[in-house]
């Protein structure tokens, strides 16, 4: 009853902005997906849930060009794309912003914002045109947790970096946003804030997919859920049809039978 | 009976002193966080600290042969540290350069001899130079990945082995035919320090107003973010090796033109040695992704200031050795410190202050102008 991946998936509809059909991932001797399958609607949020080692991180580099798939197509508004690195997917509209990855310490929040698309009025930077900007992009999104676009990102928070990243990547017309794991390391208060920033993100028409291990707090704005386990999706459900018992039950069952398996095979 | 009322009243004045300290932060204090907040602050407080040191108690320190001598000292090491402080920003290093300044005089020589007039020689000497040595170092440590250290060590032995080879390391005068325009490289007692002023101010304005200046501290920061977002950053790398070999070589020719003759012992390691101290004194960080030119020149005008202070007052100059290995270790430890404190906040507490960041050296220059 709850594990129904394939039903669900053939009920895409034609207003899916992304689909992944059929991708599997070798490296070597190692799988790392096993025939996944996954639809993203346009503007909605996509919880990607998984344990770790469940394949999210692979399937993430695979979505955002970092990665090629041994098998399967990605189709994004219809279309089948292949990208060849990640500028390429960019380009296309698909950013995914790691915690710690993405920005410059030693640079200003505003120089962040603007890395590589930088304003200049030869040879100069135009600064306070792009100070300017970035203000006034962080506060269209409602992100108030800055002092000033003018300090330097090595003197940030966790949260208040993730906050930056999304919202550089919205700046950067960003059709489609992978978050991996945007709330990892996080207090309750930041973790809060960074989910208004999703929702704020989904409220422009983004569609989002947010990689998660801890689902807790990530269900609240998820719009559905996809469970993740052993390189397979397992389970596709909306987030008001399921809950976090169920979905924490789905995913010790799952470590149980794996237990029972390996006891079974050891006698 | 007053005292003991004093003391009975200490420990609760003592829990009341700091929110009262909190409320009103005394101007003093203020002063003191927004000239801290200045990277290179430090190394101005030091260099204005000696030169009054100096100045009153060395005999014939403030006078103009004294302040040529400074300045003399300063330059060449300044101009081969502006390239120094690019590559360190990107995370690199080019021990290779002392031998470029080596090279560049007898290049410049040669060009003359075939008939090409001196400032042209000057100019193709140096273009010549920095493209393919910088080039070569640029290559190499980005495409195979081996650590620009070891690059730059082999191919500084590499040009100072040709160099000696070509030269029979035999010393040769200037051409005769250039001795007109060696005034304004470097003959002229000011003139090898204007260059390096005006230097530092044209990469000063590079490293921190322009596009350049922020991909490099993006490569030295964050290679792979850096890469992430689209910015060519082996493109960034090659292109400061070529910078830094090119102001090797036109250091090498001041040089030549200060000392009057072209001498195969000229350069080598050893300055390379003293302009990466100044560089570090200055308060650049070897991690990459951070550096500063006006803090370049401070370091290396504080080292001028010690040369000449030691050698008016007759210390020997293995003394001033000491000196200069205790100055890079105490600036190192500071400014770790520094760097500490700023990352944790603490000295961005009136953050509202336009100048930050990138634009902090304004009000450094204006600082320098008084002195």
Redesign the interface.
Known sequence: MSTQPADDFTTATSDDILRVEHISKRYGAVTALVDVSLRLERGEVLGLIGDNGAGKSTLIKILCGFQQPTSGRIILNGEEVTFTS??QA?SAGIDVVYQD????????VY?NMF??R?P?RW???R?KVMRKQAQEHLDSMGIKTL??V???V??LSGGQRQAIAVARSVFSDAKILLLDEPLAAMGVKEGAMILDIVREVKERGISVIIIAHNYGQVLEVCDRVNLLQGGKITYDKYARDTSVEELTNMVVAEYRKALEERQRAAS | MSNVSETAERSPETVGAAPDRRKGPSVLSRAATMFLKQREASVLAIAVVLFIYFSVTTHAFFSHGSFVNIAQYMAPYTIIGIGLVLLMVCGEIDLSVGFVWTLSPYAMHFFVDSGIPTFFAIVIAILLLAVVVGGVNGVVTTRFGVPSLITTLATGYIIFGYTLTVSNAEQINLPTASLGLGHWFGSEAWSEFIWATVLVLIFHVLLTRTRWGLYTVSVGGNLLGARESGIRVNKIKIGNFMMCSGLGALAGILEAFKNDIIDPSAGQLNVVLVALAGVVIGGTAMLGGSGTMIGLWLGMLVLGILEDGFNLRGISSNKYLIILGAAILVAMIANTYLTRLRNAGRLQRSGDTPAKGGEGGGAVIGQIAKL
């Not at chain 1, 990855?101 to 200003?108: G, K, M, P, S, V």
């Open positions: 990640v500028t960019r990855l993405a920005l410059i310490n030693q640079l200003t120089h890395l590589n930088e200049v040879p100069l930077l600064n002092r000033s003018d300090v330097e090595a003197s």
